[in-house]
């Protein structure tokens, strides 16, 4: 296993998973008319095959390229104006995963084979979080899930 931390967040990963964590630039993203830019702090990406240099926040060209075996893992913190709201009511982390959490309607775009789930709560310090997982098979959610919670079971946050 390899520990990694990075603002706050510490999870252990087994051999031949990575991890990638960053911060959102806002001020690139354009704004409607009215509109404050969202913030975000931590967003981690967790894989264990090997992540394109280009992504989006919640695996957007990168899901894309997942073979039946591949597992993405993304951690998206929201900003400070979401704590305490009811979405992310939820001070219980969502994990261990069921294979029954995943479908491939619960995907932002459903690919052939592929299931997820998409997970609203707070740490234990209020920080809201989505937990959003992708499976390259949902037929194979079993032995997919279990290998995701492996890396979940040892991801502490703030």
Known sequence: MTQISDRGITVDLPAGWEADFYRRNAAAAPLAEGHAPEVTTTIAHFANWPLPNERGDFGGGAVELMRLDDILIVLFEYGEAERGTALFSSTTVPWPLRPADFDANRLQRPLPGQAG???????????????????????????????????????SLP
């Open 117 to 155: 789930l998409q997970q609203f709560f707070s740490s234990a310090s209020g920080r809201p979080f989505c937990l959003f997982v992708v499976l390259g098979s949902g037929r194979d959610a079993e032995t997919l899930v279990a290998q995701a919670n492996e890396v979940l079971d040892t991801l």
